[in-house]
């Protein structure tokens, strides 16, 4: 194995254990912070970061025209879904958000299908979506009517637009492709992103509720350097370098990892219950991924 493929195959290992991490800081963070001025610092601290190193690097700032896609991504991606996620771990464990984030799949082939050139329905896919739909249903099912009487619906709804709008992000970035470098591109999406979060922030006064703790200040420090710099570098490298087949993967290994650090450092609960909707929902998502494989096949015939 060549050095650049070990690099690909580290970058990967990379992403599978540093994005699993990254839920438990933002719950640890929530706790001494309020959500969009913790996550609004977070982005605006990354972006600055990364723009400093690539412009350091010779790689140009994008072109006005390209800006507003850019700006219409890093909102959609960072700024909503990810501010959502932020604003629902107050309530939902950390574990239980990362395994539910894992449903993108199901939003993104529905959204995409309602395109006139998006890929139709078959029965992998509606199978992938009932299997995975039961594996939702059975964690929060379980005790319903407490359910829609607790915090636990508000972070429940606000995963929902998580997954909504990275789904609708993650289409429109698909279809408006761009020039600029893929790491310039994600360091001006982030302070976009950025700003918004902090400006809503203190629209919300959440400046009045500010104390950045010792806890607090870690837990941005270590998502603005390894959730945001180094797990998103990772990522490029590794998607330039190995199959996406195989880097997607990581996708089913931060649940995991989630799940066990939540229980292992929050005592959030690991049950039985848990661990059979994860499987439900892993399942669903491979029987999704096989139906758009198949799509895509049936597309080059």
């Known amino acids: 194995m060549d050095k650049t493929k070990l690099k690909a195959y580290i970058a990967w290992i990379a992403i599978c254990i540093i994005w699993g991490t ?27 970061i990364l723009v400093t190193v690539q412009r350091l690097m010779g790689n140009k700032l994008p072109p006005k025209n390209e800006i507003k896609h850019l700006a219409v991504v890093g909102i959609a991606l960072l700024g909503i879904a990810n501010g959502l996620v932020v604003v629902a771990e107050q309530w939902i464990p950390s574990g239980l958000t990362a395994l539910l984030i894992t449903t993108l799949p199901f939003w993104m082939v529905g959204f995409e299908s309602l395109l006139p050139k998006g890929p139709k329905f078959n029965k992998y896919i509606f199978f992938g979506l009932i299997l995975g739909l039961s594996g939702v249903f059975l964690i929060f099912g379980r005790d319903f009517e407490n359910f829609i009487k607790s915090d636990y619906l508000i972070g429940a709804l606000a995963l929902m637009g998580a997954v909504i709008s990275w789904s609708l992000g993650s289409i429109y970035s698909k279809y408006k492709k761009i020039s600029v470098h893929p790491m310039m591109g994600a360091s001006i999406q982030m302070l976009i992103a950025g700003a918004l979060q902090t400006s809503l922030g203190l629209l919300l006064g959440e400046h009045t509720e500010f104390h950045l703790s010792q806890t607090g200040f870690f837990a941005i420090l270590y998502l603005v350097i390894f959730g945001s710099i180094f797990g998103y570098a990772s990522y490029i490298y590794a998607i330039q370098h190995l199959p996406l087949s195989l880097v997607s993967t990581y996708a089913y290994i931060n649940p995991i990892i989630a799940l066990v650090l939540g229980w292992y450092f929050l005592n959030e609960e690991l049950s039985i219950n848990i661990l059979f909707a994860a499987v439900l929902i892993f399942s669903g998502i491979m029987l999704v991924k096989k139906g758009n494989a198949v799509v895509r096949r049936q597309n080059k015939v």
Do not use: Q
């Not at 640890?28 to 913790?38: A, S």
């Open 22 to 48: 990254t839920y438990l800081a933002i719950r640890i963070g929530v706790t001494d912070l309020p959500p969009m001025l913790f996550a609004g610092l977070r982005w605006i601290a990354a972006g600055l």
